[in-house]
C-alpha cells in the first residue's frame, strides 16, 4: 500500500567523493563506482516507492552531493527552511533546492548569512509531531535552533553532537512511529544523553552499539511499520521486530564513502503540523565583554574553547585589538547555550576569565535567604579563587574572604552591606547567597607585558615543571624566600612526614631557624615523625643516618608519641628539654604558629594534633590569613585542603614526587602556582644551598 507520505530525492548522476568534508570521505575520493551507485540509489527509490510518493530535483553538474536531498531544508507543514551549508563545496545546491521548494508552493524561510544549518540532516521531527530534535557542533549551528522554532511554531530539543563520524544528526538519530527512538549514545555529549533520556522513556529508547552505528544504521528511513537502512546486525533487526518494526536493507556503500545512507538520500515533505504545538526553546544567548591581553595572555582562545568544550557556541561580534605593545585588547562575544543549566555552566567559567556584561545588560546578582544554617540555596554561585565582585542594589560589592568551593553570602552589617566568601557548613539562617551567574564578575589584573615577562622569571609557569626545571625553581624559591623575609612578609610551609624520611628535616629546620617561615601546617605523622628523628635517631624505625631498619624500630614511633603525651604538648617536651633538635623543636623556640590536623589514621595523637577537623580548617586558615607564598612540601592531603582556601595571588609551589599532586595543585588555573615533581628532600637540600649563596658576602676570586 501507498501512503500519502511523500519523499523528495535526487538521482545520482553527478554524484561522486570530489572532495573531503566528512571522515567517511577522507581516502575516497573519485572510489565510488558510479555503475553501483546508480544501481543502489534505483534499489532505494524503488523500496520507498512501494511504500510512499517519491518526487525528484534535478541534480546539477558540479554538485555531487546533491543526492542527500535530506540536507535541502527542514520541512513542517507548508513551511521550510532552507539549509545554509558549512562547507563551500555544498553552498551551490542551495539555490537549485530553494527553487524546487518554491516551485512546489513551500513557504521559504532563509537563515541570516553565516548561520549554518544543514536541513533535515541535523533536524528530526518527532514521528509524533510533538517536538523537533536539532542537531549542533559540527554542521548546524545552536544559534539556528531558535529561528526553527520561530519559524515553523515547534519546540526545538537541541542535542550536541560529538564524535565527527556523526556530524549530522541523522547519521546517529531516528525517531521512528509511536514514540520509538533508534539512535547511538555515543554521538552524544552526556548533557544530551541526559535531555533524550528525560523525554524518551526506556522502553522507547532503542540504543545500538558502535558496530551497527557504523553500518548508518541510524540513518534510516521510516514510513510507519517498516525501516529502510542500508545494514543492520541480527541482534538490532530482532530488536526492532520485538516493537513491531519491520526492517528492509538496501544496500548503499557507495553513498557511505561520502558519509551517507539511506535517510540522507531522502527529504520528507510531508511533515504533519500538530495544532496544539508551539514555539519554545530552551536556547539562550547572552553577550559577553572580555578585556586584557586577549591574544598574548591566550586569554580569547581559552574563553572560546571553553564555550564549545561546555556545549555552547559563539559569535565574536567585536574585536579591538590593542595596537601598541602595551595596550590592551576588547572583545564582546555572543554566547550561546542549549539550557539556562548549561549556560550557567560556561558563564561561571568565563567570570574566571574576567568576563562581565556590557554595561546596558548589567543586573543585579540574584539573591536567594539561607532557610536551613548550613544548606545553600540550590542553584548556589560556587565561588573560586579570584578576587569577586557581586552587585547588589546597583553597587559592586568587593567579596571578602576570598576561596574556592564556598558560597557568597550577602549580610547587613553596621557597615552596611557585606559580601562574604563561606564554607557550605558556615552559611546562617536570614543571610542572602548569591544564586545563578548574574550580577558577578572578577577582577583580573592587566598585567604590561613587561610585567608578565618579569612575572615568567618567578612564578608565571603554572605548568608541572621537568627535572630539568628543578634548579631553576628552586633558584626563585629562594629569591623569593629571601624577599619576603627582608620585608617582614609572610611565608607558610605544609609539609607531610616524607620531608623527615627523605633526610628534609635538617633543611626545613633550618628555614624555621632562619626566619624564612612564618607558619607550619601538617598532620600529626610529620610531628612524630620529627620528634622520632631527634630523640632517638630513626623516623618509623629507621636509622637516619644509616639508612637500615633497626630492630624493634618501629616501637620508637609509639614511645616518643607516649613521651610526649606524657608532658601535655610539644611545647613543653621541648621546655623541659626533652626535644632538643628539629622541625617541631625549631617552631616552638622561634615562636613559628604550627597546626596539625589529625585524621583516621593517626596514632596516638600526640597532644597538639587538632582531631576536631572543622576546628582543624578554621586553624589552617587562620595561619595562611596574609601569607605571601605558600610551601607545599610532599602532603598531598593538607596540601590540597591549603589550596581550596587560599585566594589567588598567593604563591604556591608544590613539591612532590607524585606528579598527580602537582597536576592536581597547578590545576588551579592560578598563575602564580609552580609544580616541582621532585624528592622533597633533595628539593630542601638544593633550596638551603641556594640561600646561602644569595646570603654569603660576594668572594672575588682573584688569581
Ligand atoms: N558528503 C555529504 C556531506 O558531508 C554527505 C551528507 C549526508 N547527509 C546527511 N543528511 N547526513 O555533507
Given at each position: ?287 559577553i565583554?572580555l ?12 574563553a572560546?574553547?571553553l564555550i ?27 554566547v ?10 560556561i558563564i561561571s567559567q568565563l567570570i574566571d576569565l574576567?568576563a ?348
Amino acid at each position: 500500500m501507498v501512503s500519502q507520505i511523500r519523499f523528495l530525492m535526487c538521482a545520482p548522476d553527478h554524484y561522486d567523493v570530489d572532495y573531503v568534508i566528512n571522515p567517511w570521505m577522507e581516502g575516497n575520493i573519485h572510489k565510488s563506482s558510479r555503475d553501483r551507485a546508480v544501481e543502489q540509489w534505483n534499489k532505494l527509490y524503488n523500496v520507498i516507492k512501494d511504500h510512499a510518493i517519491v518526487d525528484l530535483v534535478t541534480p546539477q553538474k558540479g554538485w555531487p552531493d546533491m543526492v542527500f536531498s535530506a540536507n535541502a531544508g527542514l520541512v513542517l507543514g507548508e513551511n521550510v527552511v532552507l539549509s545554509r551549508f558549512l562547507h563551500k563545496e555544498r553552498q551551490g545546491e542551495e539555490p537549485y533546492f530553494q527553487q524546487w521548494f518554491e516551485n512546489n508552493s513551500f513557504k521559504v524561510y532563509t537563515l541570516p548569512k553565516d548561520l549554518p544549518f544543514e536541513g533535515a540532516g541535523d533536524a528530526l521531527l518527532d514521528r509524533e509531531g510533538r517536538w523537533l530534535w536539532a542537531g549542533y557542533g559540527f554542521r548546524s549551528e545552536l544559534d539556528s535552533h531558535p529561528y526553527l522554532a520561530k519559524w515553523l511554531d515547534i519546540e526545538v530539543i537541541s542535542l550536541r553532537l560529538m564524535d565527527e563520524r556523526f556530524y549530522h544528526l541523522d547519521t546517529c538519530f531516528c525517531p521512528l512511529a509511536n514514540g520509538y527512538l533508534l539512535y547511538y549514545p555515543g554521538a552524544f555529549d552526556s548533557y544530551s544523553n541526559r535531555v533524550i533520556e528525560m523525554r524518551v522513556t526506556p522502553e522507547k529508547r532503542i540504543a545500538i552499539a558502535e558496530a551497527d552505528a557504523v553500518n548508518f544504521a541510524c540513518n534510516a528511513v521510516n514510513i510507519e511499520s517498516i525501516v529502510i537502512m542500508n545494514k543492520a546486525s541480527d541482534s538490532l533487526k530482532s530488536r526492532l521486530a520485538e516493537v513491531g518494526f519491520q526492517v528492509i536493507e538496501t544496500p548503499l556503500t557507495e553513498f557511505l564513502k561520502a558519509g551517507g545512507a539511506a535517510k540522507c538520500l531522502t527529504l520528507r515533505v510531508t511533515e504533519p503540523v500538530r495544532e496544539e504545538v508551539h514555539a519554545t526553546t530552551q536556547v539562550e544567548s547572552r553577550i559577553i565583554r572580555l578585556e586584557g591581553h586577549l591574544l598574548d595572555a591566550g586569554l580569547i582562545n581559552r574563553a572560546l574553547d571553553l564555550i564549545v568544550d561546555m556545549g555552547g557556541s559563539f559569535q565574536v561580534l567585536k574585536f579591538n585589538l590593542g595596537e601598541q605593545r602595551q595596550s590592551t585588547s576588547a572583545a564582546e562575544v555572543r554566547v550561546s547555550a542549549p539550557s539556562h543549566e548549561v549556560m550557567e555552566e560556561i558563564i561561571s567559567q568565563l567570570i574566571d576569565l574576567g568576563a562581565v556584561d556590557l554595561p546596558q545588560d548589567e543586573r543585579d546578582a540574584k539573591l536567594e535567604p539561607v532557610l536551613q544554617a548550613g544548606v545553600a540555596p540550590d542553584d548556589f554561585y560556587v565561588s573560586t579563587i579570584y578576587p569577586t565582585e557581586v552587585r547588589v542594589n546597583g553597587q559592586w560589592l568587593k567579596v571578602e574572604n576570598q576561596r574556592m568551593d564556598g558560597a557568597i553570602a550577602i549580610s547587613s552589617t553596621a557597615n552596611g552591606l557585606v559580601a562574604r566568601c563561606k564554607i557550605l557548613r558556615d552559611l546562617e539562617i536570614g543571610e542572602q547567597v548569591v544564586v545563578d551567574v548574574q550580577g558577578i564578575r572578577t577582577i583580573r589584573k592587566t598585567e604590561s607585558r613587561e610585567q608578565r615577562n618579569a612575572q615568567e622569571f618567578s612564578f608565571m609557569s603554572s605548568g608541572v615543571s621537568s627535572e630539568r626545571r628543578v634548579e631553576l625553581v628552586v633558584e626563585q624559591v629562594a629569591w623569593e624566600l629571601r624577599k619576603i623575609r627582608d620585608a617582614g612578609g609572610k611565608v607558610v610551609v605544609t609539609a607531610g612526614p616524607v620531608v623527615i624520611h627523605t633526610g628534609g628535616g635538617e633543611h626545613l629546620s633550618r628555614l624555621i631557624r632562619e626566619g624564612y617561615v612564618q607558619g607550619l601546617l601538617g598532620g600529626n605523622a610529620i610531628a612524630v615523625h620529627d620528634i622520632e628523628q631527634n630523640m632517638m635517631g630513626t623516623s618509623l624505625g629507621v636509622d637516619m643516618k644509616r639508612g637500615v631498619a633497626v630492630r624493634g624500630g618501629h616501637r620508637h614511633h609509639l614511645k616518643v608519641i607516649n613521651a610526649i603525651r606524657r608532658f601535655g604538648s610539644i611545647t613543653k617536651a621541648v621546655d623541659a628539654g626533652v626535644i632538643t633538635s628539629g622541625v617541631m623543636y625549631e617552631c616552638v623556640k622561634n615562636d613559628v604558629p604550627f597546626v596539625l590536623a589529625g585524621s583516621i589514621r593517626d596514632d596516638g595523637p600526640l597532644p597538639d594534633t587538632q582531631m576536631n577537623l572543622i576546628l582543624a580548617q578554621q586553624e589552617y586558615a587562620q595561619i595562611i590569613q596574609g601569607a605571601e607564598m605558600i610551601l607545599m612540601l610532599s602532603s598531598m592531603l593538607h596540601s590540597i585542603g591549603v589550596g581550596n582556601m587560599t585566594p589567588a595571588g598567593v604563591k604556591m609551589v608544590c613539591v612532590d614526587i607524585n606528579p598527580a599532586v602537582v597536576t592536581k595543585l597547578s590545576d588551579r588555573g592560578s598563575i602564580e602556582s609552580v609544580g616541582v615533581v621532585t624528592d622533597v628532600g633533595l628539593f630542601l637540600s638544593l633550596l638551603i644551598q641556594q640561600l646561602d649563596k644569595l646570603t654569603s658576602p660576594y668572594v672575588a676570586n682573584v688569581g
